[in-house]
Protein backbone atom coordinates (compact mmCIF):
# COMPACT_ATOMS: atom_id res chain seq x y z
CA UNK A 1 0.00 0.00 0.00
CA UNK A 2 1.31 3.51 -0.85
CA UNK A 3 2.09 6.65 1.92
CA UNK A 4 0.67 9.64 0.58
CA UNK A 5 2.49 12.61 1.55
CA UNK A 6 0.84 15.60 3.26
CA UNK A 7 1.51 18.47 1.47
CA UNK A 8 0.38 20.94 4.23
CA UNK A 9 3.23 18.97 6.82
CA UNK A 10 5.42 19.07 4.25
CA UNK A 11 5.19 22.91 3.69
CA UNK A 12 5.37 23.35 7.23
CA UNK A 13 8.99 21.59 7.82
CA UNK A 14 10.15 23.57 4.62
CA UNK A 15 9.48 27.18 6.26
CA UNK A 16 11.54 26.82 9.29
CA UNK A 17 14.47 25.41 6.93
CA UNK A 18 13.96 28.62 4.59
CA UNK A 19 13.58 30.90 7.21
CA UNK A 20 16.80 29.79 8.90
CA UNK A 21 18.45 29.97 5.35
CA UNK A 22 17.49 33.37 4.69
CA UNK A 23 18.70 34.17 8.63
CA UNK A 24 21.92 32.85 7.92
CA UNK A 25 22.24 34.58 4.49
CA UNK A 26 21.30 37.80 5.57
CA UNK A 27 23.80 37.21 8.39
CA UNK A 28 26.36 36.80 6.08
CA UNK A 29 25.43 39.56 4.07
CA UNK A 30 26.05 41.64 7.05
CA UNK A 31 28.92 40.39 8.09
CA UNK A 32 30.52 41.55 4.52
CA UNK A 33 29.80 44.53 4.83
CA UNK A 34 31.01 44.95 8.03
CA UNK A 35 34.01 43.38 6.99
CA UNK A 36 34.09 45.98 4.01
CA UNK A 37 33.99 48.91 6.13
CA UNK A 38 36.55 47.65 8.07
CA UNK A 39 39.09 46.87 5.64
CA UNK A 40 38.47 50.30 3.76
CA UNK A 41 39.17 52.03 7.85
CA UNK A 42 42.23 50.19 8.09
CA UNK A 43 43.76 50.11 4.41
CA UNK A 44 41.93 52.61 2.21
CA UNK A 45 39.45 52.11 -0.62
CA UNK A 46 42.13 51.13 -2.89
CA UNK A 47 43.18 48.62 -0.77
CA UNK A 48 40.50 47.12 -0.07
CA UNK A 49 40.17 43.91 -2.11
CA UNK A 50 38.39 40.62 -2.09
CA UNK A 51 40.35 38.63 -0.89
CA UNK A 52 41.22 41.11 1.91
CA UNK A 53 37.37 41.79 2.82
CA UNK A 54 36.93 37.83 2.54
CA UNK A 55 39.56 37.38 5.14
CA UNK A 56 38.77 39.78 7.22
CA UNK A 57 35.16 38.35 7.71
CA UNK A 58 36.78 35.25 8.04
CA UNK A 59 35.42 33.84 4.30
CA UNK A 60 36.62 31.98 1.42
CA UNK A 61 36.29 34.10 -1.49
CA UNK A 62 34.30 31.83 -2.90
CA UNK A 63 31.80 31.94 -0.12
CA UNK A 64 31.94 35.82 0.28
CA UNK A 65 30.85 35.55 -4.08
CA UNK A 66 28.05 33.36 -3.21
CA UNK A 67 26.23 36.71 -1.28
CA UNK A 68 27.74 38.87 -4.02
CA UNK A 69 28.36 38.11 -7.43
CA UNK A 70 31.33 40.80 -7.65
CA UNK A 71 33.01 43.47 -5.78
CA UNK A 72 31.16 45.92 -7.50
CA UNK A 73 27.63 44.60 -5.74
CA UNK A 74 29.36 44.57 -2.51
CA UNK A 75 30.92 48.46 -2.21
CA UNK A 76 27.36 49.36 -3.64
CA UNK A 77 25.29 47.67 -0.16
CA UNK A 78 28.30 48.58 1.86
CA UNK A 79 27.49 52.27 0.85
CA UNK A 80 23.85 51.72 0.89
CA UNK A 81 24.22 50.48 4.20
CA UNK A 82 26.36 53.27 5.08
CA UNK A 83 23.50 55.44 4.38
CA UNK A 84 21.11 53.80 6.43
CA UNK A 85 23.52 54.08 9.66
CA UNK A 86 23.84 57.83 8.56
CA UNK A 87 19.54 57.98 8.86
CA UNK A 88 19.36 55.61 11.91
CA UNK A 89 21.60 57.94 13.59
CA UNK A 90 19.81 60.81 12.41
CA UNK A 91 16.43 59.67 14.02
CA UNK A 92 18.35 58.95 17.16
CA UNK A 93 19.66 61.84 17.45
CA UNK A 94 16.39 63.43 17.05
CA UNK A 95 15.20 61.82 20.03
CA UNK A 96 17.17 64.21 22.30
CA UNK A 97 14.66 67.06 21.51
CA UNK A 98 12.46 68.13 18.42
CA UNK A 99 15.19 71.40 17.62
CA UNK A 100 17.45 70.87 15.08
CA UNK A 101 19.77 72.64 17.38
CA UNK A 102 19.72 69.47 19.94
CA UNK A 103 21.27 67.53 16.70
CA UNK A 104 24.52 69.16 16.80
CA UNK A 105 26.35 67.68 19.41
CA UNK A 106 24.18 64.35 18.84
CA UNK A 107 25.29 64.41 15.21
CA UNK A 108 29.16 64.87 16.30
CA UNK A 109 29.34 61.63 18.13
CA UNK A 110 27.94 59.99 14.99
CA UNK A 111 30.68 61.64 12.59
CA UNK A 112 33.64 59.93 14.83
CA UNK A 113 32.10 56.38 13.86
CA UNK A 114 33.93 53.68 11.96
CA UNK A 115 31.16 54.42 9.27
CA UNK A 116 31.89 57.70 8.91
CA UNK A 117 35.20 57.28 7.99
CA UNK A 118 34.66 54.68 5.95
CA UNK A 119 32.31 56.70 3.90
CA UNK A 120 34.66 59.99 4.16
CA UNK A 121 37.23 57.43 2.22
CA UNK A 122 34.73 56.43 -0.52
CA UNK A 123 33.83 59.78 -1.02
CA UNK A 124 37.39 61.00 -1.89
CA UNK A 125 38.02 58.02 -3.68
CA UNK A 126 35.06 58.90 -5.71
CA UNK A 127 36.68 61.82 -6.99
CA UNK A 128 39.17 60.06 -9.24
CA UNK A 129 37.23 56.81 -9.80
CA UNK A 130 34.62 56.85 -12.32
CA UNK A 131 33.66 53.25 -11.67
CA UNK A 132 33.06 54.42 -7.93
CA UNK A 133 30.98 57.79 -8.90
CA UNK A 134 28.45 55.47 -11.02
CA UNK A 135 27.83 54.11 -7.65
CA UNK A 136 27.94 56.61 -4.97
CA UNK A 137 26.71 59.85 -6.93
CA UNK A 138 22.91 58.51 -7.45
CA UNK A 139 22.87 56.52 -4.15
CA UNK A 140 24.10 60.30 -2.36
CA UNK A 141 21.02 61.81 -4.29
CA UNK A 142 18.69 58.99 -3.09
CA UNK A 143 20.08 59.61 0.59
CA UNK A 144 19.47 63.51 0.30
CA UNK A 145 15.93 63.34 -0.42
CA UNK A 146 15.57 60.66 2.56
CA UNK A 147 17.15 62.71 4.85
CA UNK A 148 15.42 66.16 3.72
CA UNK A 149 11.72 64.28 3.73
CA UNK A 150 12.86 62.82 7.50
CA UNK A 151 14.19 65.74 8.80
CA UNK A 152 10.53 67.63 7.57
CA UNK A 153 8.26 65.30 9.20
CA UNK A 154 10.68 64.84 12.73
CA UNK A 155 10.83 68.95 12.76
CA UNK A 156 6.87 70.48 11.52
CA UNK A 157 7.48 73.30 13.16
CA UNK A 158 9.97 74.94 10.48
CA UNK A 159 7.41 73.85 7.61
CA UNK A 160 6.37 77.85 7.50
CA UNK A 161 10.32 78.40 6.41
CA UNK A 162 11.35 75.98 4.50
CA UNK A 163 14.47 77.59 2.65
CA UNK A 164 15.65 78.89 6.08
CA UNK A 165 15.21 74.97 7.34
CA UNK A 166 16.88 73.81 4.19
CA UNK A 167 19.56 76.05 4.79
CA UNK A 168 19.84 75.28 8.84
CA UNK A 169 19.90 71.63 7.98
CA UNK A 170 22.69 72.00 5.33
CA UNK A 171 24.76 73.97 7.49
CA UNK A 172 24.74 71.20 10.03
CA UNK A 173 26.12 68.55 7.89
CA UNK A 174 28.16 70.20 5.86
CA UNK A 175 29.77 72.36 9.41
CA UNK A 176 30.08 69.32 11.30
CA UNK A 177 30.93 66.23 8.65
CA UNK A 178 33.64 68.92 7.74
CA UNK A 179 34.96 69.12 11.22
CA UNK A 180 35.15 65.40 11.34
CA UNK A 181 37.27 65.25 8.24
CA UNK A 182 39.44 67.70 9.55
CA UNK A 183 39.86 65.91 12.76
CA UNK A 184 40.85 63.10 10.67
CA UNK A 185 43.30 64.74 9.38
CA UNK A 186 44.63 66.30 12.11
CA UNK A 187 44.15 70.08 10.57
CA UNK A 188 41.25 70.69 13.74
CA UNK A 189 42.24 71.71 17.21
CA UNK A 190 40.57 69.30 19.64
CA UNK A 191 40.43 72.66 21.79
CA UNK A 192 38.00 74.35 18.98
CA UNK A 193 35.50 71.69 18.77
CA UNK A 194 33.11 72.29 21.53
CA UNK A 195 33.51 76.06 20.82
CA UNK A 196 32.31 75.47 17.20
CA UNK A 197 29.80 73.14 18.17
CA UNK A 198 28.20 75.61 20.21
CA UNK A 199 28.65 78.65 17.69
CA UNK A 200 26.79 75.97 15.06
CA UNK A 201 23.81 75.27 17.62
CA UNK A 202 23.40 79.09 18.29
CA UNK A 203 23.41 80.25 14.71
CA UNK A 204 20.71 77.92 13.99
CA UNK A 205 18.82 78.90 16.44
CA UNK A 206 18.50 82.40 14.97
CA UNK A 207 17.73 80.73 12.09
CA UNK A 208 14.27 79.27 13.52
CA UNK A 209 11.08 80.69 12.40
CA UNK A 210 9.61 83.16 15.08
CA UNK A 211 6.74 81.94 17.16
CA UNK A 212 7.78 78.41 16.60
Same mark, same amino acid.
Given at each position: ?8 ? +? ?26 I ?62 PT ?13 G ?26 E?R??F??? +? ?61
Amino acid at each position: MSTMTNPSA +ATARAEPVQTQQSLKSAQTRARLVDAVIRCIVKYGYNKTTTPRIAEEAGLSRGAMLHHFENGTALIKTTIIELHEKRLRAFRRASDSGHDPTHLVHAYWRQVQKPGFVAFHELALAARTDPDLAKILHPLQVEFRERFHQE +AVEMFPEWRADPASFDRAMTLSQVVVEGMASSRLTGSLDEAMIEPMLTMLEDQIRTMKPQGS
